[in-house]
């Protein structure tokens, strides 16, 4: 079992800047993927970032080069920059632990960006 235990998001206005973080706790594989995920109301859940062990990184095209995802592995918890922050980015926000074979989802942080 993996636990994940995320930030609180919060209120920002248009353009402003928020960082989320999870960290993970429990049977942690070092061979792992972390990733953020958003879900808006109405809207299916989409990817917005993930970041392996290794650091590689994948963005969704619509947060490209305004979120950096970053990872502290001897913490095992992963981090998210959100800048220039738009209110359509307004959502909740969910920290997702993967391995071949297992995922678990954090329980789901509310962003609100007002414009």
């Known amino acids: 079992q993996v636990q994940l235990v995320e930030s609180r998001g919060g209120l920002v206005q248009a353009g402003g800047s928020l960082r989320l973080s999870c960290a993970a706790s429990?049977?942690?594989?070092?061979?792992?993927?972390m990733g953020w995920y958003r879900q808006a109301p109405g809207k299916q859940r989409e990817l917005v970032a993930t970041?392996?062990?290794?650091?590689?990184?994948n963005y969704a095209d619509s947060v490209k080069g305004r979120f950096t995802i970053s990872r502290d592995n001897a913490k095992n918890t992963v981090y998210l920059q959100m800048n220039s922050l738009k209110p359509e980015d307004t959502a909740v926000y969910y920290c997702?632990?993967?391995?071949?074979?297992?995922?678990?989802w954090g329980q789901g942080t509310q962003v609100t960006v007002s414009s």
């Open positions: 997702k632990y993967s391995t071949f074979t297992q995922y678990y």
């Open positions: 429990g049977s942690i594989f070092s061979g792992n993927v």
């Open positions: 970041i392996t062990s290794g650091g590689k990184t």
